[in-house]
């Protein structure tokens, strides 16, 4: 949109002159500045009516296509987009519209976005064609700043190129020697959080209301920023010991969901991004301080590790660094975007899952009974040190995959991701024009009843339990379940994400009794980065005296 009102403008120029120079008449009072703005006024409104009437409505290629119903004149589809969570309406949309795998809706100001529900389709955007559909600049400039400009962000060559060199560091074979440090951080959560919700009494939680309440949301992420700063860095951040740790205040800060970041997200769809940051609010000063504070930490660490990997004795380690800076593929400054995308990312994504697990599992006691009766039977007590977890035996463990997997299903942390055809494509043999706006919402497809039954909606892990359903859940597409998306361009942490996350969930289930401080709290979605249940998730919870 940016160059097409530049050409209006230089074209609005070109006229004002002409209009001057060979017919004065037609000017207004003979002065070039009214008669540009008038010209320029005149082609806006006309720009303005192709985009929002005439082309959304008359001339689109995709106007044919199933819609939702309720258009505003103006405005489709935006109220329940403003008003609703981060994916929710592309989910209902989803299974209440008879759709062959591709919906259209109408955004602000009529701007369509092409919803992909169907398998066929999502093999083309994700795997087929995946480098024909881009991140928009939109997106690369907004959460860019936060999460560097790494391999999250990175497109075409420039991506694969990236992907390659990387790729050593997510090897299965890799994160197989990564479980004793996930284990060791997850004994270390379950031995604090034992301490902070220490009872008087061993009654049952419901008898128990002296029992303090912790804010399950903040331990999470805690421990997941120490796991990835010792697993991915070789350096533990200590946020478990202590939250008021630097790099842990600094992700608080800019991870906390605010009026004020809502409302910039809303502008920059109108507002160039170097504009929206001169605005005088403290979200805006907030940003760049966060990010000179996680760049300065990234540089250390970078400088502490090419020091490490000169000495002739030290062997190259296998976390992202070392990988990183053995490739030679990445200069300082990009490699430190590499560790903002995972630092950010890596720990965020896997702490929601966390807070939506406990919340499942409070809301369905007795699969928190038969789960923490698995571990129980399986793993060794998470108060003996010496004892080894290793992939192998966390894989004896099926009704905690079965758990995990129908979490990371149901509520997947990050809810929908945009991609923009780059170039005059197609999806489904349907003629998709260049800058269309495509829309990847696992919170949609993961929940699709044509893809997983009448029970889509609901929290279910019997469905991993049945014979042969351990990775599919029963549904007959891979690309029926969208958490990590597929292809090339699908999550390179997924391996270490599910067996961090795994691990997490076993010291928990394992030891606690878990129930919410409020079990009437309405639950609401409060999106950010990811989508976390608003206000925290405060939970009540008893150590089982036995493991």
Known sequence: MAPVKRSIALISIIEAFGIIKLSPQLSINGSFLPTFLALLSFQFTVLFAWNVILYPRYFSPLRHLPEPAGNAWFMGQFAAIRTEPTGHPQQRWANEIPNDGLIRYLNIFNEERLLITGPKALAEVLTIKS??????AQVRDGIGRLLGIGILLAEGEEHKVQRKNLMPAFAYRHIKDLYPVFWAKSSEMVKALTAVTASPDEEPLSDASKTPAVEIGDWSSRSTLDIIGLAGMGHDFGAIKDPKTELNVT????????????????????????????????????????????????????????????????????DIISVALSSGGFTEENLVDQMMTFLAAGHETTATAMMWGVYA?????????????EIRSKLP??????????????DRLPFLHAVCNEVLRLYPPVTLTLREAARNTTISGLYIPKGTKIILCPGAVNTSKALW??????????????????????????????TFLHGPRSCIGQAFAKAEF???????????????????????????????????????MRAVEGW
């Open 131 to 136: 480098y024909d559909f881009t991140k928009p």
């Open 251 to 318: 992700y608080r800060t800019v991870f906390q969901p605010s009026r004020q970041a809502a409302m910039l997200g809303f502008l920059s769809l109108f507002i160039p991004f170097w504009l929206l940051r001169l605005i005088p609010v403290a979200r805006n000063q907030e940003i760049p301080a966060a990010v000179k504070t996680i760049r300065r930490v990234c540089h250390q660490l970078i400088e502490a590790k090419k020091q490490t990997l000169s000495s002739k004795d030290e062997v190259a380690g296998k």
């Open 361 to 373: 599992l409070c809301q369905k006691p007795h699969y928190q009974t038969r789960l923490r009766d």
């Open 381 to 394: 007590s998470i108060e003996d040190p010496s004892a080894p977890i290793t992939a192998e035996t966390l």
């Open 453 to 482: 039954g009448a029970d889509a909606l609901e929290f279910n892990p019997e469905r991993w339990m049945a014979p042969g359903n351990a990775n599919s859940g029963g549904a007959t597409s891979n690309y029926a379940a969208l």
């Open 502 to 540: 795994a691990t997490l969930m076993a010291g928990l289930a394992g030891r606690f009794e878990m129930e919410m401080e409020d079990p009437g709290m309405e639950i609401k979605v409060q999106t950010g980065i990811t989508a976390r249940i608003k206000g925290g998730l405060k939970v009540r």
